[in-house]
Each structure stands twice: as structure tokens, then as C-alpha cells.
């Protein structure tokens, strides 16, 4: 097995950061929104490599929160690569 890369910061730290991003942005024209990812996205040879999900694949969640305006200040939860890239589940951060 290949050795991978470990996060850069904790869960806490990111959620916190997310959090204060999306207040500080709520009313400008900046849009702050954290994604929840549950599996392993990585570039394109490299995941058909390791079986994971392609980044190319999950393009398609940005893709989507880009188009929508009403996702604002938001947490998009990404935890099934099949169902949850095609249909968005999203919760206002505060």
C-alpha cells in the first residue's frame, strides 16, 4: 500500500474556520461554503490507481453549488459518491 497524505488541519479547526468564513462573507458578494466529504477524492490517474473517486467525477458538486445562488453560508454534505454528487444535501451553517 502507497503512502497517502494526512490533513492538513484537524476537523475543528476546519469547522471553526468554515463557520467564521461564512459569517464574515454572509452579506457581501463572497460565498463561503464548507463541503462534508465522507470518502477519498484524488486527481484522476492517481484514483483509478487507488479505486477512489475521481476528481474529474466529483467536479460535479462544485459544478452545482456555483450554479445555485441559494447555496450561501452553507454545509454541503458529501458522504455517498453515487446519490449525494447528483442531488445536493445542504444546511445553512447558523
Request: with cysteine; hydrophobic share 45%.
Amino acid at each position: 500500500m502507497g503512502m497517502r497524505a494526512l490533513p492538513a488541519m484537524t476537523q475543528g479547526a476546519l469547522f471553526s474556520m468554515a463557520t467564521a468564513a461564512c459569517r464574515e462573507n454572509e452579506y457581501t458578494n463572497v460565498r463561503f461554503n464548507e463541503v462534508y466529504l465522507a470518502f477519498r477524492v484524488e486527481v484522476d490517474d492517481m484514483a483509478e490507481r487507488n479505486g477512489v473517486v475521481r476528481a474529474s467525477d466529483f467536479a460535479v458538486v462544485y459544478e452545482q453549488m456555483l450554479a445555485r445562488k441559494d447555496i450561501r453560508s452553507s454545509r454541503v454534505r458529501v458522504a455517498n459518491p453515487l446519490e449525494d454528487m447528483k442531488n445536493l444535501k445542504v444546511e445553512i451553517k447558523f
